[in-house]
């Protein structure tokens, strides 16, 4: 067996399961689920027609490059979303199977094992970009992130050493759990990093498409990359996916799009991986890509829900609002584990506990006393557990 299996630490929700072993939630009250980033708005008809309106392509095998035209859709996509020259849709995109396949793989692909690499996540982070780096030879750094810096990760916390090792970073915009949008800045301090050192920035955008101003749509990493003169996308990809914009999780589609020499190296990986796009889900994706209509029905959806749940978060609870994505990140008032048991067997409520989502780095695990809360269910089960969360904490 690979031996790096053993270095894996279990899944958050592994974790949860087995904080919750044995404990009897109060039966008198519907259980509520804030514990997993599942889209629960529904999937967009026209979606599901193109679907199964393609199902005879089920009867070929798809290319792993995908159609030249899911290709070029996402292109004019990235062109209109972020205002990009034109990308080319034969180099710099390739259709994947939801970002977080690619992301993981990603890894595989950059990491040379041979030279003591490092790979460098966010802490808190998304648990793929720690077992990518794992099963890739590599050994993870933690950079944290922290309410008193609005959640920005201090890149400073990693030593010289360590950067001359480092071979890929992984960056989320917006963040998960926190909401961040990297600014101008903070990428700029990032590609000047990628420059000095050489590794591979990995810009994990999947929550681009839930915001709360349309004035203000999320800076991307391409799009940072374009305003700061780098032409071409020097060692930076970006992994985007509809699972959260268009509310088809269980379609499995998404895009890498970047530096053309990666993409060419990455699409050389996948060809041996089998990770070719199904070509009814292409077409699907096809269509997806092209409409912006439901993109903004659902983020008037998410909008309004945080807007009513905001306000009845009160002390002793800390909280803000997100720029991006669909969670509250919650400072609670005693350890974030014994908060979510308690909050579970009172209330019937179900949160991740943050320290969950972090590693014990520079001295603390920056989770620590958090919760995440996703407000992916309707409005009114939203509202009904996010009263029930600020009752209980008040109780505490």
């Not at 599901?48 to 996402?74: D, F, H, M, Q, V």
């Not at 917006?174 to 903070?186: Q, S």
Request: hydrophobic fraction near 40%; glycine fraction near 8%.
């Amino acid at each position: 067996m690979n031996p790096d299996l053993s270095k894996l630490q279990p899944y958050p929700f592994e974790k949860l399961r087995a904080l919750f072993a044995g404990a009897t939630p109060d039966p008198a009250r519907m259980p509520i689920s804030f514990s997993i980033g599942e889209p629960k708005h529904p999937t967009p008809a026209f979606i599901k027609e193109a679907l199964s309106g393609n199902l005879s392509g089920l009867a070929t095998y798809p290319p792993t490059l995908g159609s030249a035209s899911l290709r070029e859709a996402i292109a004019a996509w990235l062109g209109r979303r972020y205002r990009l020259p034109a990308i080319d849709p034969g180099s710099q995109v390739l259709p994947v199977n939801g970002s977080r396949e690619a992301l993981f793989a990603i890894a595989q692909v950059v990491v040379d094992r041979t030279r003591d690499a490092v790979v460098v996540c966010p802490n808190p982070f998304y648990q793929i970009y720690e077992g990518a780096a794992l099963l890739a030879g590599a050994t993870p750094a933690y950079a944290n992130v922290d309410r008193a810096r609005g959640f920005a990760v201090d890149y400073a916390q990693i030593p010289d050493a360590i950067w001359r090792r480092a071979q890929l970073v992984y960056a989320c915009s917006p963040a998960n759990p926190t909401g961040h949008v990297m600014t101008l800045e903070e990428w700029r301090q990032l590609f000047e990093l990628s420059d000095r050192h050489g590794f591979v920035i990995a810009a994990d955008e999947c929550y681009s498409e839930i915001y709360f101003d349309d004035a203000r749509p999320p800076l991307g990493a391409l799009e940072a990359a374009n305003r700061l003169g780098r032409g071409g996308f020097p060692r930076l990809v970006v992994f985007s996916s509809l699972s959260k914009r268009s509310n088809v999780p269980g379609m499995r589609s998404g895009f890498v799009a970047g530096d053309a020499a990666l993409l060419k190296q990455f699409l050389l990986y996948r060809t041996y991986h089998g990770s070719a796009m199904s070509p009814a889900v292409q077409a699907a994706s096809e269509v997806a890509w092209r409409d912006e209509t439901h993109v903004a029905e659902n983020r008037r959806r998410y909008r309004e829900k945080f807007a009513a749940a905001f306000p009845l978060l009160g002390a002793p609870l800390e909280a803000g609002m997100p720029e991006g994505g669909f969670y509250f990140w919650l400072r609670v008032p005693d350890d974030d584990a014994a908060f979510a048991l308690g909050l579970y067997r009172q209330y019937n409520v179900a949160v991740l506990p943050g320290s969950y989502l972090a590693r014990e780095a520079h001295g603390t695990n920056p989770g620590r006393n958090h919760v995440r809360v996703a407000l992916v269910a309707a409005s009114d089960e939203c509202l009904d557990g996010v009263r029930r969360i600020a009752e209980f904490a008040r109780s505490r």
